[in-house]
């Protein structure tokens, strides 16, 4: 005779099931083979690992089927509550249909069934059996049973708890944006799948600079794609015309902000103005008591404060923030201007300005070929038009290497639009002689250029993009090859976010 281990755990017995040979569970909670548990949660569409892991999903998902929806909305004035929840210190009473749309509280009532002798799922199949309509009201009266939920979550305030339980008797209770942070957790914790998606959508549509550190955060803390890729696509648009403007700039976390840099779809009016917003955010994370959004030109002071014997990247403050760095187009920014406060300021490693300043030299030495640049999607230099409301032209003229270019939008009716770039001579610029006084002026007849020109806006909280093709052409002084493809659109979004991005290609 074999002895048994009183401590070794029960193995799964292999019986006849039907006409084939599956392998069993030897005891509850699965009383079938694991095929015909593999078929049951695909007919109630539940994942069959998680039932493996959590027997308690597939009773529950039963016993959800049992009650028709507008259980949800009926009237329960008048009966009394069957469970009686406590929780933040508060005693919440609750009904048995509303019960089981939340997992949590589903689990609950089942383990405190099964304190009892009765069999949790028939017990609780036979009770909510008893709502449905039709069903006899003579019913023997049930027990108020008492249960006991601990939340250690400081988001999940009384207020947002008691919203979350609203929520089960009501399909259309308005969660406000000051609130639904408390709520999403609040139904994380409950397992109330619906809530939780609809508080996702309140904050997907809710995005502002105060709102979209706390929506991103709690995206990445829930695992919710949906939320954090709506926070970065915001931000791509925002961070330069919106967020860089404000106070809030303070709090967008590092790897939301490394994440935006990197994505060729980010929209900035021009590099100069994308760095000195990364110089604002670094200059807020280093003075954290600062209330007021700061002047740029007591941020280029605060950086010209450091000793000069060491840029500020090759400081140990700086190390960690060289990653953010690397993602700016440092070639796009050509103005003598620009380029000396570069230098002034110290932040730079020597070797960067060095390389920045000879790819000029080389540049202008051929004509304007800008050899240094090999992928239009992430080294192209790049200009952008915000298109408001009130405009019906709106334009912007930019220089590089000689050559001049006006980028332009236009709106053609209420949704019509387009976007164009188009070569214009020096001479034709108003007070060219002042603005454009140190700037070279090409005389060649002729620029290749590589382009591409984007459009994104939002329609009912959706973003909208439209895009040209990649496009190399010969701008010439003269209609029609001094003007690039039009790229036309039909939206009601506004305002637009217009990107050119361009290259000067081997002539």
């Known amino acids: 005779m074999k002895m048994l281990n009183p401590q070794q755990k029960p193995r799964l017995e292999r019986r006849i099931a039907g006409s084939t040979n599956r392998w069993r569970f030897p005891r509850q909670p699965f009383s079938g083979d694991l095929l015909g548990l593999s078929q049951m949660c695909k007919a109630a569409n539940i994942d069959f690992d998680e039932v493996l892991k959590n027997p308690d999903r597939l009773c529950i998902s039963q016993i959800q089927k049992i009650f028709p929806e ?31 749309q939340s997992e949590t509280l589903a689990k609950l009532y089942l383990m405190g069934l099964a304190r009892g002798n009765a069999n949790p799922e028939k017990e609780s199949v036979k009770i909510l059996q008893a709502q449905q309509p039709g069903r006899s009201r003579e019913q023997r009266p049930v027990k108020k049973m008492i249960l006991s939920l601990k939340i250690n979550d400081p988001l999940v305030t009384r207020e947002a708890f008691a919203t979350a339980l609203k929520n089960l008797y009501m399909q259309e209770v308005k969660i406000c944006l000051d609130d639904v942070l408390g709520v999403l957790a609040a139904a994380h914790i409950l397992q109330f799948g619906s809530l939780f998606q609809r508080c996702v ?36 648009m925002n961070l330069v015309p919106l967020v860089g403007t404000q106070i809030h700039l303070r709090k967008v976390p590092k790897e939301l902000l490394h994440k935006v840099l990197k994505s060729p779809r980010l929209f900035t009016f021009s ?88 790819n000029h030299y080389h540049a202008l030495e051929n004509g304007g070929d800008m050899a240094h640049v090999k992928d239009l999607s992430t080294q192209a230099v790049r200009f952008g038009l ?33 976007f164009h770039m188009q070569r214009i001579r020096h001479t034709d610029l108003e007070c060219a002689s002042t603005v454009y006084e140190n700037t070279p002026i090409s005389l060649r007849a002729e620029r290749l250029v590589t382009y591409e020109i984007r459009a994104q806006t939002t329609v009912d909280g959706k973003w909208q993009e439209f895009r040209t093709n990649q496009i190399t052409q010969k701008f010439g002084l003269a209609e029609p090859s001094c003007k690039s493809h039009a790229l036309k659109i039909q939206t009601v979004g506004i305002p637009i976010y217009a990107s050119f991005s361009f290259v000067f290609s081997l002539s």
């Open 386 to 418: 915000l298109f408001n409301q009130e405009y019906t032209t709106h334009s912007k003229v930019i220089t590089l290497y000689g050559f001049f270019f006006e980028i332009k939008g236009i709106k053609h009716d209420t949704t019509s639009y387009s």
């Open 201 to 236: 959508t309140v904050m997907m549509s809710g995005l502002t600079p105060s709102t979209i550190k706390n929506f991103y955060l709690a995206g990445c803390k829930y695992k919710e794609e949906p939320l954090t890729t709506a926070c970065e696509k915001w931000m791509e």
């Open 271 to 358: 590099e100069f103005d994308l760095l000195k917003t990364l110089l604002l955010w670094v200059y807020l994370q280093l003075n954290n008591k600062t209330q007021t959004f700061p002047m740029y030109q007591t941020v280029l002071m605060f950086f010209s404060s450091f000793p000069k014997n060491c840029a500020f990247l090759d400081r140990d403050v700086g190390q960690n923030l060289i990653p953010l760095f690397l993602c700016l187009r440092l070639h796009s920014i050509t103005k003598g201007k620009d380029l000396e406060e570069l230098r002034h300021i110290n932040f730079f490693p020597e070797s960067w300005l060095v390389r920045v300043t000879a």
């Open 70 to 100: 507008n259980l949800k909305n009926k009237t329960i004035q008048s009966r009394e509550a069957d469970v009686v929840l406590e929780c933040l210190g508060f005693k919440w009473e609750l009904h048995q249909p509303q019960l089981f």
